[in-house]
C-alpha cells in the first residue's frame, strides 16, 4: 500500500519501453466485407458474453418482444451473443458482493430468492469488518470506510449468474454463439459493420489442420463491445476512432481468487486494506488489498468462501505476484481461522480496470458502443463494477433500440445516458480518490483519499492525473523472499490452480500472447511473477548468466497453453489476443 516514483532503485525498464509486436488497427479491423452469401447477418452483435453482454441481450430482447415490427427489421438473428469461452460464466470472475437494483430492474419478476435457487446468489451483507494488518500476526478492525459499506448487496458468482442470463437469453430468442472469438472488427466507410469470428483448427505455426474452420464476417445494424477488461478488439477501436484522446490512461489491477468449502459458515463480509502482506516501503509501489465472502449455497446446503487478492498492476518490484500474495495471506492467523478444515474447490484471475471515470475512453463511435469493464466502468475504491456492467448494458439496449428504430445507426446519446445514470453519477463521485493512493501510497496519500471519500469528490476538486499501468520503472526486489512453499492442502501453486479451472487449450494451438521475446531480465521476471498461471519463464541457464544484472537481455519462453485470460499482460508491456473459441478456463463459482 506503498508508493514510489520508480526511481531510486538504481534500474530504469519501463514495461512501456518493451510494447508488443502488435498493430491493433493492421491486424484487428478488416475493412472489406465477405460476399454477401459468405456473411452471416444478425440485427444486434454483442461481443462478451459477460454480465454486460448479457444484460444488453436480455433488455434488447425485452423491448424487441413488445415491438413485433422492428423484431421482423432485425432479420432472423435479431441479437447475437459472441463468447469466446466453452460456455458463457466460463471466463468471468468477480468478487462478488453486487449492489442489487440494477439486476432488479433487468429482472423485476424474481425475488433474492429466485436468484438463490437459480444457484446464482449465496446471501445478503448483513454484517461486515474492515480490517488494517500490520504484520503476519496481527490485525486491527477499523470503522467501516464508506466504499467499503455493502450492507444490503447480494453475493453472487458471475460466472454463475452469466450461465443464468445466458440461459434464459437464449429462450427469449437470443442467438448465442459459445466457443466462438470475435477477432477482427469489420469497419467499412467509417462505420463499425459488425465483427469476424475467429478461425477453428489452426495448428501451431498457423497451419490449417484437418478440422479447420474458417471464421466468418459477421454483419450487424449495431455493434456492442462487451469484451471486459479492454478486449483487443475495443483496443482497436479506441486506437481506429481515437476514443482515448484527452483521457487519462488506463490503469489495470490483478485479482487472485479461491472458492472454499468451509466447515463453519462465516458470519459477515470481510475486507483488508494492508499494508501486510504488500511493502509499506515506497519504492515497491505497491497497493492492494483482500476480500472474504461468506456464500450459502442454498442448492446443496454447502458453507462456502470467496476469498482473493487484488493488487494495482502498477507496482514497481518485479517479483510481486497475486498469485503468491494470496497464498501468503491465507496464512494470516485472522484468515486461517476461517478456512482451516475446509478444502479449496475453485481457483480463477482476472484483471480489472482500475483508472475510473478520467480514464474512460469515449463510449460510442459509429456503428458500436462500449458497455461494462469495456468502457472502464469500475469503481475501485469499493471493487464494484457488476451492478456498472448490468446497467450499462441496459441503457446500451434502450439507446440502440430507440436509433434503430429511428433509422439511425448513430448512438452518441448513450455516452449522456451513462453520464445521467448512476453508473456516471458513482465514477465521478470517486473520480480522484485511488490517484492519491498511486501517487504517495497508504500513509501519504491515504489522507487525501479518505477527505475525498468524505466529499464525495467535491474536495479537492479538478482533475487528477493517473499513470499507466506499464510505466512504472521495474526493479527486482523482495516481495518473493516471503511467499510460502506450497503444501498441496492449504497454499497452492499456480500450474495446479491452473489444472482447477479445467482449462481446455489444446497444445498445438496457436500462441495467443505477444510479448517481446527477448527483454530485460526485469522485465521478463516481472511478467513471469506477474502471471498467475505460470505462463513466462525463463531458463535456468540464462538466470544463472545474468545474475545480478536486471538490465542484461533473457529470452523469454512462452507457455501460452496455461493461459487463464485473465488479461494483466495487457498491462504490463505485452498482449493478450484472443486464442481459438472454447480455450481457456471454464469456471463454475467464481
Ligand atoms: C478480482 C475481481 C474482483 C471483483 N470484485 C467485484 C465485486 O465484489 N463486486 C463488483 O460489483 N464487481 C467486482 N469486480 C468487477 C466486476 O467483476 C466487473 O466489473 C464485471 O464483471 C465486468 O463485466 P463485463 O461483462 O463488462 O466483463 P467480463 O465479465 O469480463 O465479460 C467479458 C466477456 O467477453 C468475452 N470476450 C472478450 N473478448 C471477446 C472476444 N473478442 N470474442 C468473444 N468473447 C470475448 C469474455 O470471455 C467474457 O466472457 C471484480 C473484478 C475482479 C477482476
Ligand atoms: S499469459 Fe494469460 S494468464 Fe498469464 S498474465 Fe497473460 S493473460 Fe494472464
Known sequence: ???????????????????????????????????????????????????????????????????????ERLGEVPVAVIEKAKTCGGHNLSGAVMRTTPLEELLPELTREDWRKAGFAFGEVEKEGVYMMPNAKTSVRIPTPPPFKNHGAEVISVAALCRYLAAQAEEAGAYILTETAA???????????????????????GQELGNFEPGADITAQATVLAEGCWGHLTGGAIKEFDLADGREPQNWELGVKEIWKVAQPLDRVIHTIGPWPLKLNTKYHHTGGSWIYPMKNEKTGEDLVSIGFVVDLDYADATTSAHDLLQEFKLHPLVRKILEGGERVGWGA????????????????????????????????????????????MIAAENIYSALKRGETSFAKYEDDIEASLVGKELWEVRNTR????????????????????????????????????????????????????????????????????????????NHIRVQKNVPRVIAESWKWMCPAGVYEISDEQLEATEGKPEAHVDVIVNYTNCVQCGAITAKGGRLTTPEGGDGPLYQLT
Open 1 to 71: 500500500m506503498a508508493h514510489a516514483n520508480g526511481n531510486g532503485n538504481g534500474h530504469a525498464a519501463v514495461p512501456a519501453a518493451f510494447p508488443p509486436p502488435v498493430d491493433s488497427q493492421r491486424e484487428f479491423i478488416k475493412r472489406e466485407l465477405d460476399p454477401e452469401d459468405e456473411r452471416i447477418e444478425v440485427g444486434v452483435a454483442i461481443v462478451g458474453g459477460g454480465t454486460a453482454g448479457l444484460a444488453c441481450a436480455t433488455r434488447l430482447l425485452q423491448l424487441l418482444a413488445d415491438d413485433p415490427d422492428m423484431l
Open 183 to 205: 477477432t477482427e472488427l469489420l469497419i467499412t466507410e467509417g462505420r463499425v459493420q459488425g465483427v469476424r469470428s475467429g478461425d477453428k483448427g489452426r495448428g501451431k505455426q
Open 350 to 393: 482476472k484483471a480489472l480496470p482500475g483508472g475510473g471515470y478520467w480514464s474512460m475512453p469515449k463510449l460510442s463511435m459509429p456503428g458500436a458502443v462500449l458497455v461494462g469493464d469495456a468502457g472502464g466502468m469500475v469503481n475501485t475504491t469499493a471493487l464494484k463494477g457488476v451492478h456498472y456492467a448490468i446497467k450499462a448494458g
Open 435 to 510: 490517484q492519491p493512493l498511486a501517487q504517495k501510497g497508504l500513509i501519504k496519500g491515504g489522507p487525501l483519499t479518505n477527505v475525498l471519500i468524505a466529499t464525495k469528490g467535491k474536495f479537492p476538486a479538478g482533475r487528477i492525473s493517473m499513470k499507466g499501468s506499464d510505466e512504472t520503472p521495474m526493479f527486482i526486489g523482495k516481495s518473493k523472499d516471503t511467499y510460502p512453499k506450497p503444501d498441496g492442502k492449504y497454499t497452492f501453486d499456480k500450474l495446479s490452480s491452473v489444472f482447477v479451472t479445467g482449462n481446455q487449450t489444446r497444445d498445438d494451438a496457436p
